[in-house]
């Protein structure tokens, strides 16, 4: 695990400079606190430490690794707003088991550095608490390792009975790192948003794989590297296609979502929809089409900035994924514009949708933060268009083109309302046309 990417507070503050003495002062707090302990603690393991060439030596056969892991992934983009996982544990508990504590505690460094030289656009000051809170989580791990008794951990033999009881004790100690990273950047987390889902970050079904498959491999290369060294060149490939593998799946995932809402973007969206669509005609099942646009939004652009007007965005796209049901769609159309289908969705249904997006939104308020100003509080108001079909016939851009008309004739009678594109048996109340 590597990079919190706390948002939405940094996020937003994605800005050329260094920003980290803007942020929350219980944030500031927190960060400034896991460094200090990652220093101080590397200052003791310094100290304490018989220096040997071979340790030497396997340390900078491991960072090598790591920095090969960088190299063939540094193309790829990192998601924001989750926790991001490196596979860079496979290393941290490979150099806590066979090494001495302070090996693991200074590992994070050079990979951070290579990691912040090779991309730009990653921001300083979160790199620099992850590799503290990867230091202290896989020297703690470390430590566990070398309080189990001989019979268990203690150098690794060149096979018998040891073998069975070492390779439990490293899994231990590398389940130990893995929690205690989780434990250190989920408080971050919680206080740059408290409104973030952790349970979904840390406890769902790709991160628990994730965690699962880095432990594996930290094991898989543990073992032959400690009873031969020269064996973790042999290792290398399997992490190497791993890491790869899993930013395939990134690649995919950015090819389908906008990033700066995390919808899915225009086209994915009218593909999906198309289908949904196609099915609905053949199936004779009712289905609507919302299009929501955000009332007077070039003026927060001009008035507060284009980051201001992306963190509006941002907000309210949240904000109507959580008020909709798991199987509506939704995407961002382009601008300020949002598509929504709803399937299984009669007229009725989907007016009462749009009216609850639309009172709800208009009550939510976006926190906006510009360098050297005092924060603003801003909240924006929305106009829907819907446009409802029953097995008409009608097709993806017909609905398309019936739910703009209804959202034009929204923005015509005052903005801030729902209207639908033809007549409904919705109920007739204040706001909907």
Same mark, same amino acid.
């Given at each position: 695990m590597s990079d919190p990417n706390l948002l939405p507070a940094l996020q937003k503050r994605r800005l050329p400079g260094w920003v980290f003495w803007s942020l929350s002062t219980p944030l500031l707090v927190y960060l400034l606190a896991v460094e200090a302990a990652a220093v101080m603690v590397t200052g003791i393991a310094? /100290?304490?430490? $018989? +220096?040997?060439v071979a340790d030497v030596a396997l340390m900078m056969a491991l960072v090598t690794c790591g920095a090969l892991a960088i190299e063939v992934t540094r193309a790829v983009g990192e998601p924001h707003g989750t926790v991001v996982r490196d596979m860079h544990a496979v290393w941290f508990i490979a150099a806590a088991v066979l090494l001495p504590p302070v090996y693991v505690l200074v590992l994070p460094a050079p990979l951070t550095i290579?990691? %912040? +030289? $090779? =991309?730009?656009?990653?921001?300083?000051?979160? $790199?620099v608490f992850s590799a503290a809170a990867n230091a202290l989580a896989y020297g703690l791990a470390g430590v566990v390792f070398r309080a189990l008794p001989d019979t268990s951990a203690g150098p690794v033999a060149d096979g018998g009975a040891h073998i069975l009881p070492w390779t439990l004790a490293l899994t231990a100690a590398g389940v130990v790192g893995l929690a205690v =990273? =989780?434990? #250190?950047? %989920?408080p971050a987390i919680r206080l740059s948003?408290? !409104?973030a889902r952790i349970r979904e970050l840390v406890t769902n079904r790709e991160a628990v794989f994730t965690d699962l498959l880095q432990l594996s491999l930290a094991i898989l290369i543990t073992l032959p590297t400690g009873i031969r060294a020269y064996l973790l060149a042999a290792a290398l490939p399997a992490v190497l296609a791993q890491r790869r593998f899993l930013m395939h799946a990134q690649l995919v995932s950015d090819a389908r979502i906008d990033p700066k809402t995390g919808l899915l973007n225009a086209l994915t969206w009218q593909r999906e929809a198309k289908v949904e669509v196609d099915r609905a005609s053949r199936t004779d099942t009712p289905l609507a089409l919302a299009i929501a646009d955000i009332d007077h939004f070039k003026q927060v652009n001009d008035t507060y900035g284009h980051l201001a007007g992306d963190t509006v965005l941002a907000t #309210?796209?949240?904000a109507m994924r959580a008020l909709l049901r798991d199987y509506d %769609?939704?995407?961002r159309f382009g601008g300020e514009e949002f598509t929504i289908l709803l399937p299984h969705t009669t007229a009725? !249904? *989907? *007016?009462?949708?749009a009216e609850r997006l639309r009172e709800k939104i208009s009550q939510i308020t976006t926190t906006i933060d510009r360098p050297g100003q005092a924060s603003t509080s801003l909240q924006v108001t929305i106009s829907i268009g819907v446009a409802p079909t029953a097995g008409s016939g009608m097709d993806l851009n017909d609905l398309i083109a019936a739910a703009d008309s209804a959202l034009y004739q929204a923005k015509h009678m005052g903005r801030n309302r729902?209207? %639908? /594109?033809s007549e409904s048996p919705a109920v007739n109340r204040d706001k909907i046309c």
């Amino acid at each position: 695990m590597s990079d919190p990417n706390l948002l939405p507070a940094l996020q937003k503050r994605r800005l050329p400079g260094w920003v980290f003495w803007s942020l929350s002062t219980p944030l500031l707090v927190y960060l400034l606190a896991v460094e200090a302990a990652a220093v101080m603690v590397t200052g003791i393991a310094l /100290s304490a430490t $018989r +220096w040997r060439v071979a340790d030497v030596a396997l340390m900078m056969a491991l960072v090598t690794c790591g920095a090969l892991a960088i190299e063939v992934t540094r193309a790829v983009g990192e998601p924001h707003g989750t926790v991001v996982r490196d596979m860079h544990a496979v290393w941290f508990i490979a150099a806590a088991v066979l090494l001495p504590p302070v090996y693991v505690l200074v590992l994070p460094a050079p990979l951070t550095i290579l990691k %912040l +030289w $090779r =991309n730009h656009s990653m921001v300083t000051y979160r $790199r620099v608490f992850s590799a503290a809170a990867n230091a202290l989580a896989y020297g703690l791990a470390g430590v566990v390792f070398r309080a189990l008794p001989d019979t268990s951990a203690g150098p690794v033999a060149d096979g018998g009975a040891h073998i069975l009881p070492w390779t439990l004790a490293l899994t231990a100690a590398g389940v130990v790192g893995l929690a205690v =990273n =989780n434990a #250190l950047l %989920l408080p971050a987390i919680r206080l740059s948003d408290p !409104e973030a889902r952790i349970r979904e970050l840390v406890t769902n079904r790709e991160a628990v794989f994730t965690d699962l498959l880095q432990l594996s491999l930290a094991i898989l290369i543990t073992l032959p590297t400690g009873i031969r060294a020269y064996l973790l060149a042999a290792a290398l490939p399997a992490v190497l296609a791993q890491r790869r593998f899993l930013m395939h799946a990134q690649l995919v995932s950015d090819a389908r979502i906008d990033p700066k809402t995390g919808l899915l973007n225009a086209l994915t969206w009218q593909r999906e929809a198309k289908v949904e669509v196609d099915r609905a005609s053949r199936t004779d099942t009712p289905l609507a089409l919302a299009i929501a646009d955000i009332d007077h939004f070039k003026q927060v652009n001009d008035t507060y900035g284009h980051l201001a007007g992306d963190t509006v965005l941002a907000t #309210l796209a949240a904000a109507m994924r959580a008020l909709l049901r798991d199987y509506d %769609l939704i995407g961002r159309f382009g601008g300020e514009e949002f598509t929504i289908l709803l399937p299984h969705t009669t007229a009725p !249904e *989907a *007016a009462q949708i749009a009216e609850r997006l639309r009172e709800k939104i208009s009550q939510i308020t976006t926190t906006i933060d510009r360098p050297g100003q005092a924060s603003t509080s801003l909240q924006v108001t929305i106009s829907i268009g819907v446009a409802p079909t029953a097995g008409s016939g009608m097709d993806l851009n017909d609905l398309i083109a019936a739910a703009d008309s209804a959202l034009y004739q929204a923005k015509h009678m005052g903005r801030n309302r729902v209207c %639908l /594109s033809s007549e409904s048996p919705a109920v007739n109340r204040d706001k909907i046309c």
